[in-house]
């Protein structure tokens, strides 16, 4: 476990802020020096810290929908491990983790359409199909992802993916772009043009009209919270028909709360499933209890997972 100090919880939220964010400005953000602040991004990766800068695409701009897949798995170690594995392949999974306590593995799956994912979830399990003891399939409606205000306070807004399709087109170029900036969002302009064997002038260009169509909505950092000795749940939460009032107010409460990381509102037996990072299980314990007492008339019951290994994908559909 690793202790983070001032200077790099200052670091690491700029970071989450803008991953693209230049060193003279992280530097004058942080109050160091230019060569300081490599020096610090250098150790976080170094430690685990980490693990990647990631681009935050909204691929319901392009036409997909996503869908959640819950399942019980069971088995020996050796096989429940092979078929974790081969869902970590998938270029059609761009969320996925493994946790302990009301399912097993979980992940988030991109398809165009609800037949499209049906042969997709087809696909993925034949092989695995005797593993699995029950699962709980959803469409993700709308999925919000809050500023890491567990390392500070933050009024950033959060960003939106989901709540809405579109069918933008984007030709090879954008396609190679996309995926120079996922596999690593902090790339320098001059890295992506090697990459991709495209001009630093239109790598610009495309960037910027992607940022504006809302197709790239912000680059950021990916951080191992096991590193840092935290512990992350993911909850499951059934409401007692809310009014949108209800709901709002509830979701104004996640947003303001700096141990929530993430909402969604799905189509499921729950309504909606909040990502938590905590010190502690007790932590954890008492958050729940006072969400449940601030919103004792609107929440039925809740269930939760302790996530032990996370992924954030980054071969995903459209740009393998």
């Known amino acids: 476990m690793h202790k983070l100090d001032a200077i790099d919880r200052k670091l690491l939220l700029e970071l989450d802020k803008n991953s693209r964010s230049a060193d003279t400005w992280l530097a004058k953000r942080i109050g160091r020096s230019r060569e300081a602040v490599r020096y610090r991004i250098k150790q976080l990766q170094d430690k685990g810290i980490i693990r990647n800068f990631v681009t935050i695409v909204d691929l319901s701009q392009l036409g997909y929908q996503a869908y959640s897949l819950y399942a019980t798995v069971r088995g020996k170690t050796e096989e429940r491990d092979k078929f974790y594995n081969h869902l970590k392949k998938q270029h059609n999974i761009f969320w996925f983790a493994v946790s302990e306590g009301a399912w097993d593995v979980g992940m988030y799956i991109l ?35 809050y500023p890491k205000k567990y390392l500070l306070p933050s009024t950033e807004d959060p960003v939106r993916l989901f709540d809405h399709l579109h069918s933008e087109n984007i030709d090879q170029t954008d396609r190679k772009v996309l995926k120079g900036l996922l596999h690593n969002a902090r790339s320098s302009l001059v890295e992506l043009s090697q990459i991709t064997g495209l001009s630093i002038d239109i790598i610009r260009g495309r960037m910027r009209k992607m940022e504006e169509k809302k197709i790239i909505l912000k680059y950021s950092v990916d951080i191992d919270h096991m590193a840092l000795g935290l512990q992350y749940f993911k909850v499951f ?8 009032a209800q709901e709002s107010k509830f979701i104004q409460y996640c947003q303001e709360k700096k141990e929530v990381i993430s909402f969604a509102r799905v189509a499921a037996s729950w309504d909606a499933e909040i990502g938590v990072i905590v010190e502690s299980f007790q932590k ?24 032990s290994e996370e992924y954030l994908l980054k071969d995903i559909l459209p740009f393998s």
């Open 237 to 244: 939460i059934n409401f007692d028909n809310p009014t949108s």
């Open 111 to 145: 398809a165009r359409s609800n037949e499209e994912f049906l042969q997709q979830k087809i696909s993925l399990l034949a092989k695995y199909r005797h593993l699995i003891i029950n699962k709980e399939i959803s469409v993700l409606a709308d999925l919000r992802l």
């Open 284 to 307: 954890f314990n008492e958050f729940i209890r006072t969400v449940k007492d601030e919103f004792s008339d609107l929440i039925i019951d809740t269930e939760a997972a302790a996530v």
